[in-house]
């Protein structure tokens, strides 16, 4: 079943502006990661952040996470055209042995030059 | 990291007929995974697969129409089997980056069936 949902499902910003995405999960997680696909290819891996760490930077992009609240924000600064893709959430539920990853909805991101 | 070819890049296919993707990674890898994404969703694992054994396979896909084979540890094979409308989506192969539960993915296959 799916784990996180992203919010908004699409953003449409200028160049320049910060992009943020939100994901929300239902269980408790190992890991939370966040992925970039761009025009329908594979995804990329972005950034990965455990469940004992509440922020994380991997250059523009900075991801915070909530276990309380069972969320995490995903904040792009500076953004490029570039940076158009959909972003998805993905969780590593928190169980023994090498669970499947289990994604989200996807952010539809769209930077305007 | 790994780095995944996968084959064919998208396909229209004929409803009925079956189509089978290739996943070759360069290096060794114990499981490679099979997630599907249909046209403006997220992704969906279909089946783990698993060199010298059968792939587990998720609730609501059966063998039969998704067989997999795994020959070796760095090749696999999804059919998609007797075609519908309803199977057109983004067919996507991974494998889980050395020491961490990270994927990174193939390019992905667009079968679009008529």
């Known amino acids: 079943s799916q784990q996180g949902e992203e919010d908004p499902q699409a953003l449409s910003i200028q160049e320049g502006e910060n992009a943020t995405m939100n994901c929300s999960y239902k269980?408790?997680?190992?890991?939370l990661q966040w992925y970039r696909q761009n025009s329908g290819r594979g995804l990329v891996h972005l950034i990965l952040?455990?469940?004992?760490?509440r922020e994380k930077h991997s250059g523009r992009l900075r991801v915070t996470l909530d276990t309380s609240k069972k969320s995490s924000s995903l904040l792009i600064t500076a953004s490029r055209a570039a940076d158009t893709a959909s972003y998805f959430c993905?969780?590593?539920?928190?169980?023994?042995?090498?669970?499947?990853?289990?994604f989200g909805k996807g952010t539809r991101l769209s930077v305007i030059a | 990291s790994a780095v995944i070819s996968q084959k064919p890049s998208r396909d229209i296919c004929q409803r009925g007929t079956s189509l089978t993707i290739q996943c070759q990674v360069d290096?060794?890898?114990?499981?490679m995974f099979w997630y599907r994404q249909q046209p403006g969703q997220s992704l969906t694992l279909i089946a783990t697969?698993?060199?010298?054994?059968?792939?587990?396979?998720e609730s609501g896909f059966v063998i039969d129409k998704f067989p997999i084979s795994r020959p070796n540890l760095t090749f696999s094979t999804l059919t998609v089997s007797n075609m519908s409308p309803e199977d057109s989506s983004i067919y996507l192969c991974?494998?889980?980056?050395?020491?961490?539960?990270?994927?990174?993915f193939g390019a992905g296959s667009r079968l679009t069936v008529l």
């Open positions: 991974s494998v889980r980056q050395t020491g961490a539960n990270v994927l990174t």
């Open positions: 269980t408790s997680i190992n890991n």
């Open positions: 952040i455990r469940s004992n760490e």
């Open positions: 993905a969780t590593v539920p928190f169980t023994s042995g090498n669970t499947p990853l289990v």
């Open positions: 290096s060794q890898v114990t499981m």
């Open positions: 697969a698993n060199q010298g054994s059968e792939a587990t396979y």
